[in-house]
């Protein structure tokens, strides 16, 4: 097998309101990295995030995300504009705990 990068992109999470709180992003999120570096030749997970989701970010933080970029004006409605966090965790990250 050829010697590059394969990042696992997660497309969408999201956890009603209703569970907040009970840790229920974390499992899934945990179930997703599992699963991803289990395949052949994963060596990253990459997400992005609405940089103003504090909660999200700080959950990804907690895991080993760490952040490389930022993406502004990435969502714009009603007006209002979003910026993107670009963010990454290795598998040696993940797997060191």
């Given at each position: 097998m050829q010697d590059t990068l394969q990042p696992a992109l997660p497309k969408h999470m999201y956890v009603d309101p209703a569970h907040h709180g009970r840790r229920?992003?974390?499992a899934l999120l945990r179930a997703v990295i599992d699963a991803?570096?289990?395949l052949e030749g994963v060596r990253q997970v990459e997400l992005n995030v609405v940089a103003t989701n504090a909660a999200a970010t700080a959950l990804y933080g907690r895991l080993?995300?760490?952040v490389h970029g930022e993406i502004p004006d990435c969502f714009r409605a009603a007006g209002r504009s979003w910026n993107q966090l670009l963010m990454s965790l290795?598998?040696?990250r993940w797997l060191a705990g």
């Open positions: 229920v992003g974390e991803a570096f289990a080993g995300f760490r290795p598998r040696d």
